[in-house]
């Protein structure tokens, strides 16, 4: 089934049909390379709700839930949606030039038909709609990116990881700009320190601040991760039901050594939990925007782009004699 993008009195939302028992988490790999809303699409297809935040239905009730929102063609939500939140001035032009012309849907009438011929097929079946902020799903797409810069940036000899992570410095502490979303607003205490942890601050406009008056820069994004740790394994950090969609611990005595077992019970944090664990695999950087890439260990040649946008980027660069 395909995705589609749609407006609402909640901001631009994604409408998701998935299975029943949709796939428990997307690709890390695919979500913190995913420069536009076009690519989140693919990388969020057929995958279960991200939170207890998504907006669940059974089909009967699909027609009901669609009467409010209007068609949205995902080109026009590149700077609203802040997808290039993380990347420098210089990456974002680029990318807004080359994310424009790309298209993954039309508008209006045949978008809206594409939508119901999907509703047709699914009917019959125990299929779920789904609709989510897409502001949630970059936040996830920010952080995950996050946590893998940060972590292939902390390798032995590198001593400014915030700074290559694109962590702006100010008053003895590092700053980044995060997804406009209330997800967020969850993944902080009622003291809005970020996991919970202190020296990691998230402001009301959505940027989080990690103190680095003490151990320099290493110190600084070992706090942040220690951070997101928390964040994921604690989701959320506030309300009733504070903590029910984080991690789980489960002894797993199926083999002659026993080993703890962990898994998300939300995809928000079973996506913080793969991004910060990822075993078998390597962490490279894109020569074009410096974005994280994931690989699996052995799998040939590492990429070089992290994307097709910025594999046109650096052919037009290259072409022009820019590289």
């Given at each position: 089934m395909r995705n589609f993008i749609f407006s609402s009195?909640?901001?631009?939302?994604?409408?998701?049909?998935?299975?029943?028992?949709?796939?428990?988490?997307?690709?890390?790999?695919?979500?913190?390379?995913?420069?536009?809303p076009t690519d989140l699409i693919e990388a969020t297809d057929g995958i279960a709700p991200l939170s207890?935040?998504?907006?669940?239905?059974?089909?009967?009730?699909?027609?009901?839930?669609?009467?409010?929102?209007?068609?949205?063609n995902p080109d026009e939500l590149f700077s609203a949606t802040r997808f290039a939140s993380m990347f420098s001035d210089v990456a974002y032009e680029f990318h807004s030039k080359y994310a424009l012309s790309r298209r993954s849907g039309s508008s209006g009438g045949s978008y809206t038909s594409d939508l119901l011929?999907?509703?047709?097929?699914?009917?019959?079946?125990?299929?779920?709609l789904?609709?989510?902020?897409?502001?949630?799903w970059a936040l996830a797409r920010d952080l995950t990116s996050l946590a893998l810069r940060v972590l292939?940036?902390?390798?032995?000899?590198?001593?400014?990881?915030?700074?290559d992570s694109c962590f702006v410095a100010y008053d003895n502490s590092y700053h980044i700009q995060l997804a406009d979303t209330p997800l967020l607003d969850l993944l902080a205490d009622?003291?809005?320190?970020?996991?919970?942890e202190d020296g990691v601050h998230l402001y009301d406009d959505r940027s989080l601040s990690i103190d680095a008056q003490i151990g320099g820069q290493r110190a600084a994004a070992a706090k942040f991760l220690r951070a997101l740790q928390a964040a994921g394994m604690r989701f959320p950090l506030k309300g009733d039901d504070a903590g029910a969609e984080g991690w789980e611990f489960t002894d797993d005595f199926s083999s002659p050594n026993p080993h703890l077992k962990c898994r998300g019970r939300?995809?928000?944090?079973?996506?913080?939990?793969?991004?910060?664990?990822?075993?078998?695999?390597?962490?490279?950087?894109?020569?074009v925007c410096g974005n994280a890439i994931l690989a699996r260990k052995g799998r040939g040649r590492p990429r070089d782009y992290c994307s097709e946008i910025c594999r046109d980027m650096w052919n037009d660069m290259f072409a022009n004699g820019k590289s």
């Open positions: 009195y909640i901001g631009p939302v994604f409408v998701r049909i998935i299975p029943p028992f949709g796939r428990p988490s997307c690709a890390v790999a695919d979500l913190a390379t995913a420069m536009d207890s935040s998504s907006t669940v239905v059974p089909m009967a009730r699909a027609m009901e839930t669609l009467g409010s929102l209007v068609p949205c011929d999907d509703l047709a097929i699914a009917r019959g079946g125990d299929s779920l789904v609709v989510e902020r897409i502001t949630d292939g940036h902390l390798a032995p000899g590198k001593e400014t990881p915030m700074e009622e003291k809005g320190r970020f996991g919970g939300s995809t928000l944090s079973q996506l913080l939990f793969d991004a910060i664990y990822h075993e078998d695999a390597r962490i490279t950087f894109c020569k």
